[in-house]
T-cell receptor, first 112, second 117 residues
Framework: DAKTTQPPSMDCAEGRAANLPCNHS???????VYWYRQIHSQGPQYIIH???NNETNEMASLIITEDRKSSTLILPHATLRDTAVYYC?????????????FGTGTRLTIIP | GAVVSQHPSWVICKSGTSVKIECRSL??????MFWYRQFPKQSLMLMAT?????????EQGVEKDKFLINHASLTLSTLTVTSAHPEDSSFYIC?????????????FGPGTRLTVL
């Protein structure tokens, strides 16, 4: 699986949009971009994933650049409960039964 | 969504004893489960893949005789830390793919915090 690079930490004001970047310049054509988050002392939680088109669900939006070398996770209206470590994972499958490799992630802090 | 539970949520034990951690898929079957370990302020590191009815697959550097994995049913995998030592103190997390892998996400348990004195 391709390596990802994320900023170690970010702050965002409550109620504003949180934009979390991820670089994956070595991504190959069959690799998906997944986002998970981990709230302190809990197990990770799936957020969203995509291949090349932008995706949106009830939690977030995922914007993938045309060359697929980077992506941005957008939390449209951040709340205090969104404070967590966010992991961007590039994975050569859209099936869940394969192991995930976690990087260091971005620690997002929502400021009241 | 699917729920994965772990038991116990935390455990404290003496050095040299063995500790068993259970991972259950509550409303779905899981032929595969994954075990991760997470040290403070670090990321999750995959330890092994648990396969129902067959031997687990361990990641490089993980001692299979120390971390015994049993996946005896489609809803239960156990991780036993044998002869635990203080350096084994960590947060252990399991995950299971939804609908036997047909869903595109994994469901994670809440984690078990192990402290070895």
């Amino acid at each position: 699986d391709a390596k990802t690079t994320q900023p170690p930490s970010m702050d965002c004001a409550e109620g504003r949009a949180a934009n979390l970047p991820c670089n994956h310049s070595t991504i190959s054509g069959n690799e998906y971009v997944y986002w998970y988050r981990q709230i302190h002392s809990q197990g990770p939680q799936y957020i969203i994933h995509g291949l090349k088109n932008n995706e949106t669900n009830e939690m977030a939006s995922l914007i993938i650049t045309e060359d697929r070398k980077s992506s941005t996770l957008i939390l449209p209206h951040a709340t205090l409960r969104d404070t967590a470590v966010y992991y961007c994972i590039v994975h050569a499958s859209n099936f869940g039964n394969e192991k995930l490799t976690f990087g260091t992630g971005t620690r997002l802090t929502i400021i009241p | 969504g699917a729920v994965v539970s772990q038991h116990p949520s935390w455990v404290i034990c003496k050095s040299g004893t063995s500790v068993k951690i259970e991972c259950r898929s509550l409303d779905f079957q899981a032929t595969t489960m994954f075990w991760y370990r997470q040290f403070p302020k670090q990321s999750l590191m995959l330890m092994a893949t648990s396969n129902e009815g067959s031997k687990a697959t361990y990641e490089q550097g993980v001692e299979k005789d120390k971390f015994l994995i049993n996946h005896a049913s489609l809803t239960l995998s156990t991780l036993t830390v044998t002869s635990a030592h203080p350096e084994d103190s960590s947060f252990y997390i399991c995950s299971a793919p939804g609908l036997a892998g047909e869903l595109d996400e994994q469901f994670f348990g809440p984690g078990t915090r192990l402290t070895v004195l």
